[in-house]
């Protein structure tokens, strides 16, 4: 496959790949802030490259990224964008919809942001109800936790802060990086790498983040971050993805 990116494709050269192809790689990433020191995009660019590295790994076209997700425990930080999860949830329904018009059957979500993974799930459960399709979605940060050596406890922190370091670090500004303890809700609900908890069980969260830390990055320490972690963490995330994308496209299918 020459392109990767369908947005560089004619439609002579789309049909042409779906012929024998019925797998879409979709990027969905977030505009929100990471810390002092990462850009506003760190989800976006991260899911975006990825997307692309897998894709053409993979042999399969990649959809243009969905920039923008569910951010709203974020808003009290300037520059962050949010949208309500049930808009995020008709607009990646409708551009997969367009996708099986025509002919994609798989689809493969690479999702930068926490906060769009319940809406890509019920996207996810909406396609195979309607349409019988498989899909997926995998994050960067849950696959490393669970195959690797890397614990990725952070929001803009060590390990966030790597990836991005290896996705493009001529925008981290790591003179900037200051991680800071972050605040209790009250002296019993607490806020640690996973989110609240109350005498050890974890609870779902409902408040800004801005109310435990005025920096806005937690976790493993930013100022620890470096490229080469970074550049270890995203080849371990691509490579496990390349296999699954060609293992997705050995599902039986329903008729």
């Given at each position: 496959m020459k392109k990767v990116l369908i947005e560089d494709m004619s439609w002579t050269e789309f049909s042409e790949i779906m012929t024998v192809n019925d797998l879409v790689i979709i990027p969905v990433g977030s505009i929100e802030e990471h810390g002092y020191h990462n850009p506003l995009g760190t989800d976006y660019f991260i899911a975006k490259k990825a997307a692309y590295d897998i894709g053409k790994l993979a042999n399969a076209p990649v959809?243009?990224?969905?920039?923008?997700?569910?951010?709203?425990n974020l808003m009290g930080f300037s520059g962050t964008i949010s949208i309500e999860p049930e808009i995020l949830k008709?607009?990646?329904?409708?551009?997969?919809?367009?996708f099986i018009?025509?002919?994609?059957?798989?689809?493969?979500f690479i999702n930068g942001?926490?906060?769009?993974?319940a809406t890509i799930k019920m996207v996810s459960n909406l396609l195979f109800d309607k349409y019988q399709v498989f899909s997926t979605q995998t994050e960067?940060?849950?696959?490393?936790?669970?195959m690797s050596e890397f614990p990725c406890n952070d929001h803009g922190g060590k390990y966030e802060t790597s990836m991005m370091l290896a996705v493009d670090d001529k925008i981290v500004n790591m003179s900037m990086?200051?991680?800071v303890s972050r605040k209790n809700l009250t002296d019993k609900i607490a806020y640690d790498d996973f989110g609240l908890k109350f005498k050890g069980?974890?609870?779902?969260?409902?408040?800004?983040?801005?109310?435990v830390t005025d920096v806005g990055n937690y976790g493993a320490r930013a100022e620890e971050a470096t490229k080469e972690t970074g550049e270890k963490m995203y080849a371990r995330y691509i490579e496990y993805c390349v296999e699954l994308a060609d293992e997705i496209r050995r599902i039986p299918l329903m008729k």
């Open positions: 959809a243009p990224i969905m920039p923008i997700g569910n951010a709203s008709e607009v990646l329904t409708q551009v997969c919809e367009g018009h025509h002919g994609a059957k798989r689809f493969l942001h926490g906060g769009n993974t960067w940060w849950i696959i490393l936790k669970q990086a200051k991680t069980v974890s609870l779902p969260p409902s408040f800004s983040l801005n109310c």
